[in-house]
């Protein structure tokens, strides 16, 4: 969703001069891209998850969107996360309250603040601790994903289309679905007592004035 060909020139030249004066090995999502130190290999497409998996890797640098970050607590990998829009934020605010996110902010990125953060993961043992702990977590479940999506896929098929199950909601017209009726319902009763109100102040006003 947020391609690092995107970036400002500022900003990649801050990752490119970070990254060289990491002694690890950095994979890079990006095309076409100049002045990268040997510990670099880009690629125009990576398997991420299979990656994510690999027991070498120690950070995955990500801008916090909902299945990535969800790929990476699957496979147990902290995070350095550079959110920019929709649920990112709130996804890597939730991932730094658990201890398995740094958040780097987009418009402070320097050479100085990306090793600052991939540092303080790679170097912070219980960064990596957090991760694998909300891995087993996440993982500890009766069915895998897929066996419990092929059981209700199977499910609905026995059950011809299992219409037990189906949402009461379908059958409500546009304004019910909105709950239109009850708001206005609402509304109106709080009219109507606002006028109670209103005119009781009235009345009681003019027998303390006597201007009955």
């Known amino acids: 969703m947020i391609r690092s060909e995107t970036f400002t020139e500022t900003k990649l030249r801050a990752f490119i001069d970070a990254f060289s004066q990491l002694p690890q090995r950095v994979l890079w999502k990006i095309g076409n891209i100049s002045g990268l130190s040997d510990n670099v290999k880009t ?37 350095v996360g550079i959110p920019v829009i929709l649920d990112q ?54 069915q895998s994903a897929l066996d419990t999506a092929i059981y209700w896929t199977e499910y609905v098929i026995r059950h011809r289309g299992a219409p037990h199950l189906r949402s009461a909601a379908l059958d409500l017209t546009w304004y019910q679905y909105l709950l239109l009726d009850v708001i206005l319902a609402i509304i109106a009763l709080l009219i109507f007592l ?19």
């Open 89 to 142: 934020p709130l996804n890597i605010m939730n991932y730094v309250s658990k201890g398995v996110a740094v958040h780097l902010d987009y418009d402070s990125i320097t050479t100085e603040n990306v090793l600052k953060a991939l540092n303080k993961v790679l170097h912070d043992p219980s960064y990596r601790t957090n991760a694998k702990r909300l891995s087993q977590l996440f993982r500890d479940r009766p």
């Open 194 to 212: 606002g006028f109670i109100v209103f005119y009781s102040f009235k009345i009681m006003l003019k027998l303390v004035t006597g201007n009955v």
């Open 43 to 79: 690629a125009t497409w990576l398997p991420q998850l299979e990656i994510l998996k690999h027991p070498n890797v120690r950070v995955f640098i990500t801008h916090g969107g909902l299945l990535g970050t969800q790929e990476a607590i699957y496979a147990g990998v902290p995070m």
